[in-house]
């Protein structure tokens, strides 16, 4: 069932759990990702991240695909445009048919950020999709660049902006970073934060960079307000040892087994997160 982000992230608000986006790039990554959530009868969100579509494989091919796969689905599935940071982009996007986008305007002052996501909120009801924005900002763990408290969003600045806005959901930075965390790391989170954002605007906050953050921290982190979880890297890392694995015991195996051979491990892996968030069972087609 192809929808948008919206009514799913607002029972998720209502209820006090979140739904799992989880950034994919290919056909078989969404298909593992979808069987993991028909399995535990979960909402879920596909994350198309905008470098992803612009490096690799391009919008106008995936996309079509993925939608189909959407609507043969018995469970909510929406798609997403993940860190859409060329208005243009996001507006194309909207046209070609995402439910939902994320304009990411977090590197701009706030006036500015303000302005381009009110845009795009004005745009996006025309074509009934939800609107994701940001303020604050995130580091990466490739080249060490954690982020640091320097970065965390303003809890002020972060209210000021929804009201401005009336964005459908928000992500805030609180002590996550983008991609692989380092064996044994844990990042410290500040879950005042979310709280204080929660409480004065009451809408749906999402947190970026959920890979290798622990499953105290997010259960704690959707216990404050956070009600979409993004994870990336650690399903994409599952896939990328389920290759090794398999090439190592045999460097001879087709193509398309070696392919085969990482649904299961990104499967299991999304599935593992449903778990943690607390959506499974939370679909309301299974209702």
């Not at 799992?20 to 399995?39: G, K, P, Q, V």
């Not at 940001?134 to 320097?150: K, L, P, R, S, W």
Request: glycine share 6%.
């Amino acid at each position: 069932m192809y929808v948008s982000m919206e009514k799913m992230l607002q029972k998720a608000n209502e209820d006090n759990y979140a739904v799992m986006a989880i950034n994919c790039f290919n056909l078989e990554s969404s298909y593992a990702t979808i069987s993991a959530a028909e399995e535990k009868k979960a909402p879920i969100i596909i994350d198309l991240l905008m470098e992803h579509l612009e490096k690799h494989i391009p919008r106008e091919y995936v996309l079509p695909s993925l939608i189909k796969m959407a609507k043969d689905a018995n469970v909510e599935v929406a798609i997403n445009l993940d860190h859409g940071k060329s208005p243009e982009y996001v507006k194309e996007s909207l046209k070609e048919g995402f439910s939902s986008v994320m304009i990411d305007a977090s590197e701009m002052n706030f006036k500015e950020n303000v302005a381009t996501t009110k845009e795009i909120v004005n745009l996006a009801k025309q074509y009934q999709a939800t609107v994701e924005a940001e303020v604050g900002n995130m580091g990466a763990v490739v080249g060490d660049h954690f982020t640091n408290a320097d970065m965390y969003t303003n809890p002020d600045d972060a209210i000021k902006f929804i009201n401005a806005t009336n964005v459908n959901a928000l992500s805030i930075s609180f002590g996550s970073t983008h991609g692989v965390m380092p064996k044994d790391f844990v990042p410290v989170f500040d879950f005042a934060i979310v709280s204080k954002i929660k409480k004065a605007t009451g809408i749906p906050l999402v947190l970026h960079g959920g890979s290798g953050c622990g499953e105290k921290n997010i259960r704690q982190a959707v216990a404050c307000g956070i009600n979409k979880v993004n994870v990336g890297s650690d399903v994409m890392k599952a896939q990328a040892d389920a290759v090794y694995i398999s090439q190592n015991k045999n460097r001879n195996m087709e193509y398309v087994d070696l392919m085969n051979s990482t649904l299961i491990p990104a499967k299991e892996m999304v599935e593992y997160y449903i778990n943690i968030v607390g959506s499974e069972g939370k679909s309301l087609a299974n209702k």
